[in-house]
């Protein structure tokens, strides 16, 4: 089992800026891809970024130029690191990742964190 916590929600004004960071604990000799996904009122769960093991990275294209995703996998944690936000990330952020098991790949959330961008 992998537990993830996410930490660095809040409320933002528009233009500014937020760092979510996600912190996994148990199994976590065997973690693969770790990542970001949004889920905004009355829409379904979205891809944000992901980065492997390797440090591979990938976005979604409306983050593209905004957010940064990066991990340290010294200690087990994955950021996030929003510039430019707009109304339209506002979502809760959810913090995902899959471990490696033989063949199988089994993957975890977090509980969430909530980004509001207002004025």
């Known amino acids: 089992q992998v537990q993830l916590v996410e930490s660095g929600g809040g409320l933002v004004q528009p233009g500014g800026s937020l760092r979510l960071s996600c912190v996994a604990s148990?199994?976590?000799?065997?973690?693969?891809?770790m990542g970001w996904y949004r889920q905004a009122p009355g829409k379904q769960r979205e891809l944000v970024a992901t980065?492997?093991?390797?440090?591979?990275?990938n976005y979604a294209d409306s983050g593209k130029g905004r957010f940064t995703i990066s991990r340290d996998n010294a200690k087990n944690t994955v950021y996030l690191q929003m510039n430019s936000l707009k109304p339209e990330d506002t979502a809760v952020y959810y913090c995902y990742t899959n471990v490696k098991r033989g063949s199988l790949l089994y993957g975890y959330w977090g509980q969430g964190t909530q980004v509001t961008v207002s004025s």
């Open positions: 980065i492997s093991s390797g440090g591979s990275t």
């Open positions: 148990g199994s976590v000799a065997s973690i693969n891809t």
